[in-house]
């Protein structure tokens, strides 16, 4: 099946710093990425749509000028959070949109953020 | 509203054993409905994928099923083995221009040697 990935897979920062996520769709290319927030034994939370080449669509409540995305490749999606608080420490997962005959969002294996 | 309701919340079965997840959903109108396995600290992997037509769908010794009259779907593990131990997650997506994904709250299972 199709591969995405993330990087880092963990990451720790201090609190007031900046930290950017990226998405890459590995065998395909994705006009469409997805950015989630997973709290722990939670299920995940849409935060964001992420089109190719055009602004992100960001749900309601989710700030659109701390959670910084950039789609600027068929298969390269970023997220910076932007002068992160604990508050911001989470599971961050993306998924990449397969507009095969399925059409199917393959998810990558995660980002861990713990801001001090 | 679309909304997607599993249950149980939690499971805990010996290995060996069989157990069913359960998925109620109100998404419409319907596209397809995933199960996903997402073990600890990962991202959610694809077991099954069914479209309105399907009402049965197997990987391995994951059994789904479709009712969509009832708008209900299950999980059948068989055999459960440690590994299984995991949150499934029911994903339902609507058939509207972009296809979103409504999530269940997944069932967390647990299985004891």
């Not at chain 1, 591969?3 to 994705?30: M, N, Y």
């Amino acid at each position: 099946g199709a591969v995405v990935s993330q990087h880092p897979s963990w990451v720790i920062c201090k609190s007031g710093t900046s930290v950017k996520i990226e998405c890459r769709s590995l065998d395909f290319q994705a006009t469409t990425m997805f950015w989630y927030r997973q709290f722990p034994k939670q299920s995940l939370m849409l935060m964001a749509t992420s089109n190719e080449g055009s602004k992100a669509t960001y749900e309601q409540g989710v700030e659109k000028d701390k959670f910084l995305i950039n789609h600027a490749s068929l298969t390269l999606s970023t997220l910076t959070v932007t002068s992160a608080h604990p508050e911001d420490s989470s599971f961050y997962i993306c998924s990449a949109r397969d507009r095969g005959y399925t059409d199917t969002q393959y998810f990558g294996p995660g980002t861990r953020l713990t801001v001090l | 509203k679309n909304q997607v309701e599993q249950s149980p919340q939690s499971l805990i079965i010996l290995e060996g054993k069989n157990c069913t997840l359960q998925c109620n959903y109100t998404v419409s109108p319907f596209s397809n409905l995933r199960w996903y396995k997402q073990d600890t600290g990962r991202g959610p992997v694809s077991l099954t994928i069914m479209t309105f037509s399907e009402n049965t769908k197997s990987n391995g010794r994951y059994t789904a099923t479709l009712d969509a009259d009832t708008k209900q779907s299950s999980l059948h593990i068989t055999a459960s083995q440690l590994s299984d131990s995991a949150s499934y997650i029911c994903v339902v997506s609507g058939e509207d221009a972009g296809n979103m994904l409504t999530f269940g709250g997944g069932t967390r299972l647990m299985v004891k040697p």
